[in-house]
């Protein structure tokens, strides 16, 4: 008799072709096709009987209300047409000093911290301050410097302090750097941070240009300083 051609689709399911095979070999494919699966059964036995196990992980982070901090008018500075030869050939230059009141307003009070981006970063003149562009030459133009001046935190004047590394430890500080985070505290308690729902406090916002002597200016020169704030949760 012509012998059945076999081919197993995934495990324990299998089909067969029989060609020009009489009615009684259909009986013997009958059969074997039993021997198959009961030898199949047995094998698998023990498998179905082990035990095996995976591992479930939630995690998650519960956060308070967002707060949100605002600049009065947008946070947008102009210092105008600055005079070359104003500038100071060995030292740098005061070009503009402002003031620009920022708040912060919390669903409830809030632990947290400033952090300021600089999107000029490594074009500052000076280590820690925030980068307002280059030269056409490629020379690094100036710096602005952030300080907070007097913050009023939930009614009371508060005082601010500083970490620098990421909020393990607190000191008496009011310049804010691209190293650091500046938080608030009461002023009989400088190492740590108090829970704020509303915040006021006038940010003074420094820019400098670099000693004359190393700069190429001799076409116009733009100013670029971008600074975004935010406010992280402690």
Known sequence: NTQPAWRCLHTLKCVGLVKNTPATGAVNLNRYVAALSATALISLAPYALAASSTDLSVTGTITPEACRPILLGGGQIDLGKIQSH?????????????????????????????????????????????????????EKLGAIKLGLLSPVADGPSVATIASYDGGASWEDDRTLLTNNLLSFAHHSDLGTPIPIKDL????????????????????????????TLEVMYL
Not at 99 to 108: D, F, I, R
Not at 200 to 227: K, R
Request: aromatic residues 4%; hydrophobic residues 35%.
């Open 200 to 227: 006021s406090v006038p940010l003074s916002v420094t820019t400098f240009i670099a000693p004359a002597n190393g700069l190429t200016l001799t076409d116009e020169q733009n100013i670029n300083g971008e600074i």
């Open 86 to 138: 104003t500038l100071h050939p060995t030292r740098s230059t005061q070009v503009g000093k402002n003031t620009l009141q920022l708040t912060v307003e919390c669903g409830s009070p809030t632990l947290l911290a400033l952090n300021a981006i600089d999107h000029m970063a490594g074009t500052e003149h000076e280590p820690g301050y925030f980068g307002v562009g280059l030269t056409q030459a490629g």
